[in-house]
């Protein structure tokens, strides 16, 4: 029997269908009062309502502004207008939240919140954000940006969840969570945009017998990229060929991507099961590293000279001659750059309803099989250039008991995770004068117990008593092949506690207060220069998080205001610092810190038609110790943490058609953390910018829905990352930029 290619039918009907803590207090308590204010019922004709969000954040059913936690709910209406699919596309909505590509990488996700992040994409580090599907952990930020193309809702939790969560949760967690089989029939959807932008989906969900539901979801998606990559101007001198002649990748940062997903789920009297099992497959060339900046004599200063009057007088590696300023559209690099990757997993989750309450399995295997090719230096001589190949794999089971009565709800647990990670990762230097080949690898063990319970104290007042006890085992290898090798293992355990009481302050508003802890275990150290210093594990991170938060609904559920104040305390946060001699080499450093904050999310409809929302938050975050790197400087700047965000949201329906307006906004903010004395410092430290999106949304007939929208509407030119090299490379530094416009528009239809 011949085999169906499912996705080169997809392919055939795409072409055919072308402050200050006190000051921020003030302005939580000031809400108290006015939301007297509020509970004045002010009547409008026929209102457009803020309609109820029910969130599994606390892992069981409640209203959004009855969970006593600081929480954005990105609903299955927004995730459709905003064609959200994975991580970065949910970048700025949620304040404080900060999610984007890692540097020259189209499927590793840099995750920040509330000041906490693991910038390095290095296999064996940790996250420092938990990022899941279904309620299945994906254990690394590495092959964390695939397609999950059907999604419900997504839950954005800030702060630690160290009771119900656990691992590497002590910056906050994001929750995927995809729309269960019902039986709807079948729907597909095709995008079209510039840059030879074709994307397309697939859905079959069909009831195939009593209680018995089926879903497959097929998605492809192919890009152009934004950046020609050029013959260099220059030809090749003295045995350095400076660019291929005809380029084997002309186009860089493409995407060609495509996957499935398949769901079976029996929804019995007591018993449900649930199967998954998703696959993608990526074939992409990573973004440009635009070389921003050398110091001015680079090529003297590293001693390759004039080539004299028959050449030009040029000289045999003038990169600082290809220093640019700002996005660009053509590049000439001298690499065969290229990115793949194959991420899949498979899940079985079993509930059986019990007299005491519902019991829960959750069973998952996921694994990623990623490569890369990149050139470092951005330039069109062989100056730095490197490779990776990665292997991953991790196993997870928990176990939930959860449960209520008229006065108390409870859930109680077990989880383990067994994970395994390799890296080959050969490096070359100056032409092939330096080569460094070296492999690492990380191996780990966790088991965890953990409680939470709620009691109700009268009519108005709730308490939450949560813990957790972690015991982790990993294993650290680092080797240049060849010539040295190391390796270590360290145990680390921690017993994590919640502790929230809330309170319906009035008919409209609630009130909480929190303190939990977060626990990340120590690690191992894969790009240490020193294959010893990789095999000695760093510091477990912890962190203490107060919280004090206001969630309130007012004119007739036509205003939503929540608003949190938050101070959290780190002891030992593990900072990847990148050693002055070289970017490719870095240590660990454990500094304490100290980060406070503000968020304030509101949706309003200023009449009938018209919805805005309006999302800020501010960071100020601060080292509480002195430490010093390797380097002689001061831990200075935190990564990723800019002091203020804001994200505009405007809808205004017209009747035939709605329009829809998003901006996205950030402050200033570094990508390492270097002190200001520091020459590194500047060139880490990206400029504050601003992204606004437009779309429009019509639907033809009942069945079609039409969708034109422009991205980056301004064509704003931003930076969103760098990496310095640092002296030893002549502060050779490479930037990388925010995409350019892109226009397109969606056609979906439901059979």
Do not use: C
Not at 337 to 364: F, N, R
Not at 484 to 498: H, K, L, Y
Not at 716 to 743: C, H, M, W
Request: proline share 4%; charged share 20%; no cysteine.
């Amino acid at each position: 029997m011949q085999k169906v290619n499912f996705f080169a039918i997809i392919k055939q009907l795409t072409k055919f269908y072308i402050g200050n803590t006190m000051s921020k207090l003030k302005l939580i308590f000031l809400a108290i009062p006015l939301s007297f204010f509020f509970n004045t019922n002010l009547h409008a004709q026929s209102p457009g309502v803020i309609e109820e969000v029910v969130v599994t954040a606390q892992k069981k059913e409640e209203s959004l502004q009855d969970t006593p936690i600081a929480l954005t709910a990105i609903s299955e209406s927004t995730i459709n207008d905003l064609d959200i699919k994975n991580g970065i596309d949910l970048n700025g909505i949620a304040p404080n939240v900060f999610l984007m590509q890692m540097p020259a990488n189209n499927t590793g996700m840099t995750a920040a919140i509330r000041g906490g992040v693991t910038m390095n994409p290095a296999i064996t580090w940790e996250p420092t954000v938990g990022i899941y599907l279904d309620g299945v952990y994906l254990g690394k930020n590495q092959g964390a940006i695939f397609d999950v193309v059907d999604l419900e809702r997504v839950e954005v939790l800030r702060g630690p969840q160290g009771t119900l969560y656990g691992r590497n949760t002590l910056a906050g967690a994001i929750n995927f969570i995809s729309k269960r089989p019902s039986g709807e029939g079948a729907s597909a959807k095709v995008t079209f945009g510039n840059y030879g932008l074709k994307q397309t989906k697939f859905i079959a969900d069909y009831e195939a017998g009593e209680d018995v539901f089926i879903k497959l979801v097929l998605h492809n998606k192919q890009r152009d990229g934004y950046v020609s990559n050029m013959p260099s101007p220059y030809q090749a001198a003295q045995g350095v060929v400076p660019n291929l002649t005809n380029p084997l990748r002309s186009d860089l940062d493409t995407i060609d991507s495509e996957g499935y997903k398949f769901t079976y789920v029996y929804e019995g009297e007591k018993t449900s099961v649930t199967f998954t099992h998703d696959k993608t497959d990526q074939d992409n060339t990573p973004p440009l590293g635009v070389l921003t900046n050398t110091i001015p004599n680079w090529s003297e200063a590293f001693g390759v000279g004039n080539l004299g009057p028959a050449m030009g007088n040029l000289r045999l590696w003038p990169i600082e001659l290809f220093t640019k300023d700002g996005r660009q559209k053509v590049a000439h690099i001298d690499a065969n750059v290229s990115e793949t990757s194959v991420v899949k997993g498979t899940s079985l989750t079993v509930s059986h309803e019990l007299s005491i309450g519902t019991l829960k399995a959750i069973v998952s295997k996921r694994e990623l099989d990623w490569d890369d090719s990149l050139d470092l230096d951005g330039g069109p001589f062989p100056i730095a250039a490197t490779q990776r190949h990665t292997q991953y794999s991790s196993e997870t089971f928990e176990l939930q008991l959860s449960g209520s009565t008229d006065r108390m709800s409870y859930i109680l647990g077990y989880y383990s995770l067994d994970d395994d990670a390799y890296t080959a990762n050969p490096q070359s230097f100056f032409g092939g004068g330096q080569v460094f080949a070296q492999n690492y690898s990380g191996s780990g063990d966790a088991t965890a117990m953990f409680g939470q319970v709620t009691f109700a104290l009268g009519e108005a007042w709730d308490v939450t008593l949560g813990a957790r006890s972690t015991d982790e085992d990993k294993n650290g290898f680092k080797e240049y092949v060849g010539v040295i090798s190391a390796s270590g293992s360290g145990s680390f355990d921690d017993t994590s506690t919640t502790f929230i009481i809330s309170n319906d302050y009035s008919e409209n508003t609630n009130l909480y207060f929190k303190v939990a802890d977060g626990f990340k275990a120590g690690g191992f150290n894969a790009e240490a220069s020193n294959p010893f210093a990789a095999s000695t594990p760093y510091a477990p991170e912890t962190v203490q998080s107060t919280e004090f938060g206001l969630k309130g609904i007012y004119f007739d559920n036509r205003l939503m205001l929540n608003a949190a104040i938050f101070q959290n305390e780190h002891e030992d946060m593990q900072l990847s610092y990148f050693n002055a001699d070289a970017a490719a080499a870095s240590e660990v450093i454990n500094n304490s810190a100290e980060v406070s904050g503000l968020e304030i999310e509101t949706t309003a409809y200023l009449n009938d038609s018209t919805k805005l929302m309006v999302n800020f938050g501010h960071l100020d975050p601060k080292y509480t110790d002195s430490k010093t790197a390797t380097d002689g400087f001061q831990i200075e700047q935190f990564p990723y943490s800019p002091k203020n965000s804001l994200y505009v949201s405007l809808e205004k329906d017209f009747g035939s058609y709605r329009m829809r307006l998003d901006h996205n906004r950030k402050s200033e903010y570094s990508t390492n953390p270097y002190n200001g004395k520091d020459p590194r410092a500047g060139l880490s430290m990206m400029d504050g910018y601003g992204v606004t999106d437009l779309r429009l949304f019509m639907e033809p007939s009942e069945n079609m829905a039409l969708t034109f929208w422009v991205k980056n509407l301004t064509d704003t030119d931003y930076s969103v990352n760098a990496i310095p090299f640092g002296p030893g490379f002549g502060q050779l530094t490479v930037s990388y930029f925010g995409a350019p416009r892109t226009i397109g528009m969606d056609l979906s239809y439901k059979f």
